[in-house]
């Protein structure tokens, strides 16, 4: 091989090397800038991701937007400011026993399961009227909704009638159909009329139904919750005759049977 053919061969060698060294250069800058532009997406797509989270943490649910609003469409058979004075009974009767209690209350229930038929017949004799007040505190102690749900369900029963209302809070209440209170049943709607088909006033009654999906009284439930929570009671159930609690003698328990709930009544009745 000739000097001039060896020299021109290196030099081509050397040529080919500087080639691939800067093709190689441009890949490895390349990809510098994709994992730079990467990383910068992802920063951006987390940032983003994080912002939304709050945006919507910080967005109010369905409940707390209508327990805003101005304009309250009250049940019939309901009177007061936004329609929560709700008193069943006899006008004629002269005493008034306000009952606070939560759907979702077990202690409720028994009471219901315990008293509900006594108080049914207190009402029908006009011995006393009832004024209740519904409360839904459950739902913010266990992250639920069944209590407004429910609640705002009593709301078209109320719509129906004082009975269909009396008749839907007791099937609530009852064993057939009252959840644990971890379970939160009421949340669904399907569940709310299914209860609703063992009153006879609701059970087909289309309207009820469109209420209760609609969540018409939605708005009103929560300005009932609300005067629960402006009336000073702590608990569920709460039983309540001129302002005093009615509650089994020597104690702060309210009663739970019949016979407890008559002998307290008759004390509570004639204070």
């Known amino acids: 091989m000739s000097a001039r053919n060896n020299k021109a061969n290196k030099a081509a060698a050397r040529e080919r090397l500087r080639q691939e060294r800067e093709a190689q250069a441009k890949k490895d800058k390349t990809r510098r800038q994709l994992i730079v532009v990467g990383s910068t997406i992802a920063v951006l797509a987390v940032a983003g991701g994080i912002s939304y989270g709050v945006i919507q943490s910080n967005e109010p649910d369905h409940w707390e937007s209508v327990s805003k609003e101005k304009t309250v469409t009250a049940p019939k058979n309901s009177d007061g400011t936004n329609g929560t004075n709700v008193v069943i009974g006899k006008p004629e009767a002269k005493k008034t026993l306000e009952l606070y209690e939560d759907a979702r209350c077990p202690s409720c229930a028994k009471f219901e399961q315990g008293v509900g038929e006594t108080i049914k017949k207190d009402l029908a004799a006009g011995k006393y009227k009832v004024k209740f007040v519904g409360a ?116 702060d328990t309210p009663p739970s049977t019949a016979t407890e709930f008559n002998t307290a009544m008759d004390r509570a009745l004639k204070g």
């Not at 839904?136 to 609640?151: C, R, W, Y």
């Not at 629960?228 to 001129?242: E, N, R, W, Y």
């Open 136 to 251: 839904t505190f459950i739902d913010n102690m266990d992250q639920g909704e069944g209590s407004k749900n429910a609640l705002s369900a009593m709301g078209a029963a109320l719509n129906v009638s004082p009975e269909a209302f009396s008749d839907f809070k007791a099937a609530l209440y009852s064993k057939e159909f009252h959840p644990t209170e971890s379970k939160d049943d009421f949340a669904k709607d399907s569940y709310l009329l299914k209860v609703a088909d063992s009153v006879p006033a609701l059970k087909g009654n289309a309207e009820f139904k469109k209420n209760v999906e609609d969540g018409t009284y939605d708005a009103w439930a929560m300005k009932m919750s609300g005067a629960f929570d402006k009336s000073g009671v702590g608990s569920t159930p709460t039983l309540k005759v001129d302002g005093k609690k009615v509650v089994v003698e020597g104690t």
